[in-house]
DNA sequence: ATTAGGATTGACACCGGTGACATTTTCGAA
DNA sequence: TTCGAAAATGTCACCGGTGTCAATCCTAAT
């Protein structure tokens, strides 16, 4: 049986931004308007909206025209209750630079746009005993359609577990392969560290040192491992000594710094696990009294803005991480389409080389 | 008529951990369960979630029980669905400072904590002609409880105009106050240029300048006039050449101030509008070869971390952005309670003096 | 011309709440 | 004890979509 709606009962609805005479924008169109004016019933119409493949092409041409007539758009919290999956997409962060969660909210957002997701803040802290918890919570109650996990919530195999059992789907973005597996971003961090090493030792340093990171996050590792790598290549090694802990936070950086300086003999270049640190041995090294580039080489990590804007401006390894914030979107996003054919996306590190490295012995 | 479920059903609802075998937290209770298991109606329920003061209180402490024992939250979705109204708290920002956002959302952030809200970022770009159109758009399709509009969107009056219209609540954000009446947290930026002017002048410069925002900022004109309040009250003022544009870029510092450097009488301080621009103005006077502050002094505004990470470290005008953020989240909830006794919070400077200024002729 | 089976489309309940209004209680005043 | 208004609670439709499954429409094969 066809759906017979009679004129009047058309009319009215055809112009909402007529009615109510006032109103303009007023009122937005309903998948039931739309379902009216096409003689068509809503099921189909959201058949059309979801794209599903069985509507016939000159019905799916006329309930487009009249989506279009109407400049109707569904209803996300109406989709979302009916599906039980809410159109958000969640940020779980507890990443201490702000630099970097900037960024990779901004790629996320470069790929959310033009779409129905909109992404919502989650930060944790992965020290409280409810931490996962409370995630399990919030995606029980919000039901996000996905989670994008950075570093380092991306390595909590516990949460992952936990995400596992539950109705999310999330993509983690991290510098290695890990236990469960998962779509991932992921980051050659190890090369940016070779990269490091192998700009220093080929500027001629002999005596390098390194501040890296806590010790439970992976990117730690990796960076280390791929400076020692690239240390080795050139003959050098890494003395224990030359290696302290910064906690990748600004204090730390200088403490570490310091502590470096403070040695018999004291190094001529230092590897800073991430910017902040640099910055922080900056502060260190000057306050020793020495003297950038000229005394001391100095390199970084991120390429945070801040990498710029120092005095002189600092020598570091760049990740794309806005380009990785939406590419981590995008793969989440793929599930939407049910095309799921890529499961990693891998972005290398590149080292950007400013004012802060010189030869050793330099005037 | 009483509700008189019989124990049948009851029962299985009682117990929806258990449900199932396997799973533990599937199957969230709804309001039916809490509804039946409290022997009253779905709508009782809903009195006591939303706090309707016209619920006996023993029926509110039988219903708040059952709520307890089956750990029932109600669904956003449904609630947003049924009130047109959804529970996500919109920030809407351009401002170019990643520093200024990340506070802003930590307080909002701070100020959501533990209650049904979420944060979802909104950025914008006002030089797009569908500026507005994209935001009303927003608006309409998600339905958000509220806004909040740190500077300068706070300062786009058509915007505000556009908002009022809709049907969106929303908090600003700025230094002034704003044609358009709305709940607002109101910074006075005037005092915070007036410490710097106040600050310099105490020290002894005489041949002060002073970086500048853009224009469109009702900011820069706050801070300006200040400046130039304090200067006055020390029987200086600020000569026309010696106040130049930054755009509060970190580029336009360095620029501006090379242009300062470059008169013929080049300045013994430099005040500049933001942090950023101070930022710049440290390379270009490095490049210039003077020292700070021995040869110049120079004081920033904002306090954004980086103050504290430049060599020497940057004495600045610090606004408390992290609770700006809280506040202007706080004033918007208070719709939610019925509550709305505040209309408007100010907040005001503070001046931290640290390494980049100093007396005139210092060695 | 018929007919089977896939392609389309529709009917209807339901997702989990809230709004408007009706009905039942409750309790102080008469 | 009785009555009426206020207090408390319930009924029922609806918010705007989607899932399930049944019904109808086509098309090629018989």
Redesign the pocket.
């Known amino acids: ?3 017979e709606a009679d004129p009047e009962d058309v009319e009215p609805i055809s112009a909402p931004q007529a009615a109510g005479g006032e109103a303009v924008l007023r ?9 009216r004016l096409a ?9 059309v ?2 794209e ?9 041409d006329t309930i487009k025209a009249v989506i279009a007539e109407l400049g ?4 996300p ?3 979302a ?4 999956k809410s159109f958000l997409v969640g940020l779980v962060y507890d990443n201490p630079s702000p630099q970097y969660v900037v960024n990779i909210q901004r790629g996320i957002l470069d790929a959310l746009e033009g779409t129905d997701f909109q992404l919502v803040l989650h930060p944790c802290d992965r020290s409280k005993l409810d931490h996962v918890a409370r995630i399990q919570s919030f995606i029980q109650q919000h039901k996000p359609f996905g989670l994008i996990l950075p570093p380092s919530v991306s390595e909590d195999e516990p949460l992952a577990l936990a995400l596992n059992e539950a109705d999310v789907d999330y993509v983690r973005i991290a510098s290695v392969e890990l236990d469960t597996p998962s779509r991932m971003i992921r980051t050659l961090d190890g090369d940016g560290g070779a990269a490091a090493g192998r700009h220093l030792a080929d500027l001629g340093h002999r005596n390098i040192a390194h501040i890296h990171g806590p010790l439970s996050f992976r990117s730690t590792h990796e960076r280390r491992a791929g400076f020692e790598r690239a240390l080795a290549e050139a003959g050098l090694v890494l003395r224990p000594e030359m290696a302290v802990e910064g906690g990748y936070t600004f204090e730390g950086g200088v403490v570490a710094a310091e502590l470096l300086l403070a040695q018999p003999n004291p190094p001529q270049a230092i590897f800073a696990g991430n910017d902040e640190m640099a910055t922080g041995a900056y502060v260190a090294v000057r306050r020793a009294g020495f003297r950038i580039p000229e005394d001391i080489s100095i390199v970084g990590f991120d390429d945070t803005p801040i990498a710029g804007r120092l005095w002189p401006a600092l020598t570091t390894v760049r990740l794309p991480i806005r380009e990785m914030g939406s590419a981590a979107a995008t793969l989440l996003l793929q599930t939407a389409d049910g095309v799921t054919t890529k499961k990693l996306i891998t972005f290398s590190p590149e080292i950007i080389v400013r004012g802060s490295t010189a030869a050793p012995g330099t005037p």
């Open positions: 049986m066809k759906y009122g937005k169109a309903t998948i039931n308007d739309v379902a003689k068509v019933s809503k099921k189909t119409v959201s058949r909206i979801n599903s493949p069985f509507v016939k092409q000159k019905t799916r109707f758009t569904p209803d919290q109406a989709r209750l009916a599906r039980r």
